[in-house]
């Protein structure tokens, strides 16, 4: 890679890293918007991508993608720009990305894209779950109306007894349960570490492990899948810088409701290119997930008393 080429990789990385402590909530609301239009991108090309090879090799090259874009900011800057004393939280929050992405693209292959995009965004109301369940903190009273809300909006998307309540759809919902583990942990990392790191472990942790069922799986794409993998990796990659920059510049439960403009792109992809404008019934459990998910994020935005078993926001 050209001086040219690597200089404007490395100012792409760095420009705009937010100090540690500030909060921009205009700024990680854009930088939200846009990592959930550049995902919805990535989930129409995951669609094409997997007509024709499978699942395990679309999750490995969304990965391999974004690591070779990261390997020339790594050689630059040397081992000093890697080194970290959190590896073991970049290991959880890897280990739980990749496994949400299996599960994701999964429900993506068999599922519209709006249907997939909702479940998985649906994580929100997992998040006081899993942080009472890691950091120990207490799920105020009033989140749990708001969690019943949502559920109900689930089980409205899931449609128990139909033709839509399929494994695919339970395997979506489990993509939101460990983006939801992630998620917790991209926040506490971004306390410590910054952006590109928080990146890089993630793509080097997540193609490896990726990587191990290859020679398993290979199928020789043909010219229109390859080019679905490397915009599957391409949209990734962006919409991952996006993500991290919109929860380092501003507290999850402040910018997460944010994430549900993606769901609108995902609706219009799924009308102008698969031809299958959502219905009322995937419209009012989306209005549920939405409204109790945003409620959950407001709840957990207020401040919150600092005890021996409970972490400080």
Known sequence: MGRRAEGFLRVKMTAGEPRAGTTNVRRAALFMVLATGLFSLMGASVKHAAAGVPDTMVVFFRNAVMLAWLVPWAARHGPSALRTRHLGEHAVRGLMGL??????????????????????????????????????????????????????????????????????????????????VAQVGIRRLTHT??????????GLIATT??????????????????????????????????????????????????????????????????????????????????TAAALTLRRSARPKPTTAGQMGT
């Open 209 to 290: 492990v990726s990587s191990a069922p290859l020679p398993w799986s290979w199928r020789a794409p043909d010219a229109a899948t390859w080019v679905a993998l490397v915009a599957t990796g391409g949209f990734a990659t962006a919409g991952q810088f996006a993500l991290t920059r919109a929860y380092a510049n501003a507290p999850a439960a402040r910018v997460g409701p944010f994430v549900y403009v993606g769901v609108v792109f995902a609706g219009l992809l799924d009308w102008l290119v698969w031809k299958t404008p959502p219905d009322w019934v995937f419209a009012a459990g989306a209005g549920l997930v939405v």
């Open 99 to 180: 496994a949400a992405m299996y599960c994701f693209f999964f429900a993506l292959a068999r599922l519209r894209l709006a249907d997939a995009m909702l479940l998985n965004q649906s994580f929100p109301l997992f998040v006081p779950l899993i942080e009472r369940a890691w950091l120990r903190e207490r799920i105020p009273r009033g989140t749990w109306r708001a969690l019943t809300v949502g559920f109900l909006g689930v089980v409205l998307i899931l449609r128990p007894g139909s033709a839509v309540f399929t494994a695919a759809a339970l395997v979506g919902l489990c993509s939101a349960v460990f983006a939801a």
């Open 193 to 202: 570490e910054p952006t590109t790191r928080i990146v890089f472990y993630f």
